[in-house]
């Protein structure tokens, strides 16, 4: 797994690969943890590694299926209080979960937000929640590529907090941890834009 995305030509391979990038970033970050270290909390902050790669899921899976769908068609958003319960639970990795479970789930959404990035029409309208007070008032709607770019930041964002917990576990650092998963990689879905034929 390099540690540069590979070079790009066009906006949708930059798309492309700059999410596949991050998203292969969890999967380094985790390599060689145990449930109980994935769940640990050692820094001063209530995030741990387990709970960074179930947000990463949830997070993708709330952006991609808004994008997946229709501007007149999105799904209904949540009350307010019921959308901070969610995003609390994504956000801890319960005792009942393990770090191979979680690390599934987001193999899995990786591979559903990639081939939306290489399908949709990046100029399609979404729809924005309208009920949560982190996005600018009056906007109703943005487009699929407002919406890859948003999780890119997000899952940039969450991948160096979970270095810094993961160096906080066992001193170990990403260069590091990318040389292992390199070695180790049993099915290529650690980096993911390396497949046959790309």
Known sequence: MP?????????????????????????????????????ATPTV???????LVKHATGMQRTWITRASAAADAAPADPPLPEVARRLADEHVMRPDETLDGLLGALREQNEKSLRLVETADLDAPVR???????????????????VIMQVINELARHAGHADIVRESIDGATMYELIAAVEEWEPGGWVTPWRRPGR
């Open 3 to 39: 540690a540069l995305a590979p070079p790009v030509a066009d906006e949708r391979s930059a798309l492309r690969e700059f999410l596949a990038y991050h998203q292969s970033a969890y999967f380094a970050v985790s390599y060689g943890l145990t449930d109980e270290q994935a769940r």
């Open 128 to 146: 924005l929640p309208q009920n949560v007070p982190w996005f600018q008032e009056n906007l109703r709607t943005t487009s699929v590529r407002w």
């Open 45 to 51: 902050s209530a995030l741990s590694i387990g709970g």
